[in-house]
Structures are given as C-alpha cells and as structure tokens.
C-alpha cells in the first residue's frame, strides 16, 4: 500500500460564530462619551441623568466595563443613543473616581461589602425619638460609617410630635454632628436650607418617617409611606437606593435609600475611626501595639487618656469610645 499524500483538501475550517477580527486588550477611548450621575440601579439597567438633562437615560454596562460596580450617585460617561426616546438604550463606558463612598456589610463577619450610595455629601441620618423608639446603636454606627466614608453626617430626628428630641440628640453633642428636627408639625426649613444644593443620601429603619420626610422635601417624588406595625417594625417600602433632584433654584439631589435592618461594619476596625479625628490620631501614635483604645481596663496605657479632663478633645475621646464599643456590639442594631 502507498502512503497516502495529503493536501489543502484535507484542511477543514470550521468558521468561528463571534467573527474573524483578532482580539485585543485595546479599548476605545470613547472620548464622544457624555457624563452625568446615576440615579436608579435596578437589575442590570441603571438610569442617568446626563449633565445639563431633566430627565434620565436608560442605560447598560459596557461589555469593556466587566464587572465594575456601579452604583447610584456615581459619576458615568455614556456613549451610544443617548436620545432618552423609550426602546432606547446607551452603554456606560467610565467611571469617574468617586469623592465618598459609603460602605456597610450585612453583618460584622461578612467579607462582602455592600456599597449604598456613592459621592454623597451628607449623610442625613433619620431617627424617631418614638414610635419605634431611637436606637443609639444604629445611629453610632451609621456615623462611623459616613465617617470612614467621608460623608458629613446630619442627625435627623422625627416625629418629634411623640416626644421631646433633645436627651437623644444631647448623646451626640460631643461628636459635632449637627441636629435637625423633622416631625410632621416642625417646619422644614431647616432641612432644606442644610441639603439646598448638595448630594445628601438619606439613611434609617423602617417606620421612622424617612419616606414621609423625602415626600415633603420632593413633593413630586411620591414615595410611598408605610405604617408602623403593632410590634414596632415598619414595612420595607423602598427596596432600591433613587436619587431625587431637589426642587428650587439652588437645585441638589436627594438619595433615598432602602430601610435598613442591620448596619454590619465588618470592613472597619479601631484605629479607623480614629484616624478620623486629627487630635486623637495624634495621640494614639503613643498607644502600645494593639490598643482598642477604649481605656482602662482594657487598654491601661491608652494615650488617649493622658488629654486634660473636660477638654474638647476629652469629650470628644469619650464620645469616640461609645462608637468603638459600638462596633463591638449587636444588641441595638439589629432589629
């Protein structure tokens, strides 16, 4: 038998499906991309409100974008029909580097961190003083949060109707946080005057009067409200962070956010929150390695201890060290 000779008739191609053009690691510079502000995320679509637009632009992630996250309050550059006419839908191709970020996890020993609202310039922390009544713990953590995340917080203290907001309020005094009150029968200028112009997410339990509060500041929002149930826990009536453009001349965005059952901080620890506050940095630069810094008899030789009694800066150590065993503990926080 001959050995059999082959030729090109032997070769078989089989064409690829996804075309013949040659990968690459280049991408395009989208340099045509026009930017705004996310303002609802909501299962792979996001909507954008495009700089110097009213209304928002549906929009997708770009396949170049892989896994990036987006979240609302981000600044994107979309490219594509950006017309806004409906069927339409643009890609977002940037992200802009965030200026705050606020972070929680679901609980202190989850690893994911879960990302509420980006770019926000406040964070308006909204408390009943009754009906459910406050919850010091989820307020300390709340702060800690816009803390590391350098959002500047605002309690917001309501229904205030139901009973006196001052003792509440007072537990804070030494931390600087300024105090609004937002009860149905107080008037709002103090609240608007605070947010006029700014990017302020809004952050609470359910049943405390956030989405009442939001309807009043946006009256074309119409955000539904929800009753508080006989246990005192109110019903989830907001499920996606939205944000919403203030009215008036001054402008600013509103972020509402969904009510929350756990503020989980697992992605923070002690020398975090102290790197916050310049003058107990300082002095913890003397602490022995280790140091909790919540003082005797934990930390006997915490430098934080060595600050003139009744000075600011003593004050302020005290009211640090409520947050710090706050970020210890799950007894108020959880509801």
């Known amino acids: 038998m001959s050995r059999r000779q082959w030729d090109e008739s032997d070769v078989r191609i089989r064409p690829s499906r996804r075309g013949t053009r040659p990968r690459t690691k280049d991408r395009p510079a989208h340099d045509d991309a026009e930017f705004g502000m996310v303002v609802t995320k909501d299962r792979g679509r996001w909507g954008v409100v495009l700089d110097g637009r009213e209304d928002p632009i549906v929009t997708m992630?770009?396949?170049?974008?892989?896994?990036?996250?987006?979240?609302?309050?981000?600044r994107v550059g979309v490219v594509g029909d950006t017309s806004g006419r409906e069927g339409t839908l643009a890609r977002i191709v940037k992200l802009e580097e965030r200026t705050s970020v606020l972070r929680r996890t679901a609980d202190d020993t989850d690893p994911y961190e879960r990302i509420v609202v980006a770019n926000a310039e406040q964070l308006l922390i909204v408390s009943a003083v009754a009906d459910p009544p406050p919850r010091s713990g989820f307020v300390e953590r709340a702060l800690i949060a816009a803390f590391v995340g350098n959002v500047q917080p605002v309690l917001c203290l309501t229904k205030s109707d139901l009973a006196d907001p001052a003792p509440f309020a007072a537990e804070f005094a030494d931390l600087d946080v300024p105090v609004v009150i937002a009860g149905v029968d107080d008037p709002l200028d103090p609240v608007t005057d605070l947010v006029a112009g700014k990017v302020t997410a809004l952050v609470g339990h359910s049943g405390v009067g956030k989405s009442t509060l939001v309807n009043r500041l946006v009256p074309d929002a119409y955000r539904e409200t929800g009753e508080v149930s006989g246990v005192g826990k109110g019903r989830h009536t907001s499920t996606q962070s939205v944000a919403l453009r203030l009215p008036?001349?001054?402008?600013?965005?509103?972020?509402?956010?969904?009510?929350?059952?756990?503020?989980?901080?697992?992605?923070?620890?002690?020398?975090?929150?102290?790197?916050?506050?310049?003058?107990?940095?300082?002095?913890?630069?003397?602490?022995?390695?280790?140091?909790?810094?919540?003082?005797?008899?934990?930390d006997p030789e915490c430098a934080l201890d060595d600050f003139e009694p009744d000075t600011a800066s003593a004050r302020r150590r005290d009211a640090v060290r409520k947050l710090l065993e706050a970020l210890r503990s799950k007894e108020e926080w959880e509801l």
Do not use: K, N, Y
């Not at 992630?61 to 981000?74: F, I, K, L, N, S």
């Not at 972020?255 to 003058?279: C, E, K, N, Y």
């Open 61 to 74: 992630r770009a396949r170049e974008m892989g896994r990036t996250p987006v979240e609302v309050g981000d």
């Open 248 to 298: 008036g001349e001054d402008g600013g965005w509103i972020i509402d956010t969904p009510g929350i059952r756990s503020f989980g901080l697992a992605h923070v620890d002690d020398d975090t929150v102290i790197r916050v506050f310049d003058d107990l940095a300082a002095a913890a630069e003397d602490c022995p390695r280790g140091c909790s810094h919540l003082g005797p008899p934990a």
